[in-house]
């Protein structure tokens, strides 16, 4: 990555995502200044070699980073914001808060480019899902680095309307969640049809992991890979049949989803 870095914020995703920006050598630590006023997390991130400082305050004045990426919690943001408006100057700035409007990063920072963006937790191994909004002021080139550095998490999708990016929260943000309480009850019907629950859980893990992994290799659609493995009168076609009487899953989780996202207008609306 050409230029200087600006990370706020190094929690448990500001730091998996430098971890991943240094390992994939996107970034020098030598170029790297993280602002962390949690002293145990100071000291994390300063174990990478990068320079580490309480507040921004502390930043030398005339720093001014090509890219400046807020990992602050969504409700301190707006107090956040203001500090950096120096830094800024002609760099990028991304935000991995949820519910914060590009329009607040304008209101604290000035007339930025700036970009939202919304990762996924799996993103700390390298396997998540990140989807961005980019505002005009955006470069080309300022995109295109901006989506280098975000691959470090796994794949990077930009959409057009920052809309979407709420849509994206709702499914791949959240998503998740949805799926390791879906391993949670998975493991829990497998003690109950007595296996051990050790066993239990590996084999739950491992279906869904083996099974992501497999809809993301083939050339067919998932609804294709089902009819593969539900032959008629079998066991899969007996708890399928369960799963699609009236559209009961696909309903559960329409309706799950939703909620999410209608919380994430919410929180953008109350932001902006």
């Known amino acids: 990555m050409n230029g200087e870095l600006l990370l706020v914020g190094c929690g448990n995703m500001g730091r998996a995502m430098l971890q991943g920006w240094l390992a994939a050598g996107f970034v020098r630590p030598d170029d790297v200044h993280v602002v962390e006023p949690a002293e145990s997390l100071r000291a994390e991130a300063g174990a990478l070699g990068v320079s580490t400082y309480a ?19 969504p409700q301190v943001m707006a107090a956040v914001l203001p500090a950096y408006r120096p830094h800024v100057a002609e760099g990028v700035v991304v935000s991995i808060a949820a519910g914060i409007p590009v329009s607040a990063l ?16 799996p993103a700390a191994i390298g396997k998540g899902s990140t989807v961005i909004f ?11 680095q901006v989506v280098k550095f975000l691959s470090a998490g796994g794949a990077v999708h930009r959409v057009e309307h920052e809309a979407l990016i709420d849509a994206a929260t709702a499914l791949s943000g959240s998503g998740p969640a949805y799926v390791f309480h879906f391993i949670e009850g998975l493991a829990e019907v497998g003690t109950q049809l007595g296996l051990p629950p050790q066993t239990a859980l590996a084999l739950a893990r491992e279906t869904v992991f083996g099974a992501g992994a497999l809809a993301i290799a083939a050339d067919i659609p998932p609804a294709e890979l089902r009819r593969q493995v539900s032959s008629p009168g079998g066991t899969t076609e007996a708890a399928l049949l369960v799963l ?12 799950a989803a939703t909620a999410a996202h209608h919380r994430a207008v919410e929180l953008a609306k109350m932001e902006a």
Not at 106 to 121: D, I, Q, S, Y
């Open 106 to 121: 304008e209101a604290g920072l000035g007339k930025v480019a700036a970009v939202r963006a919304m990762p996924n937790t």
């Open 55 to 73: 507040s921004a305050e502390a930043l030398d004045a005339a720093l001014r980073p090509a890219t400046v990426v807020l990992a602050v919690k």
């Open 134 to 144: 980019a505002n005009e002021r955006v470069s080309p080139q300022q995109a295109e």
């Open 244 to 255: 699609t009487e009236n559209d009961a899953l696909k309903v559960l989780l329409s309706l």
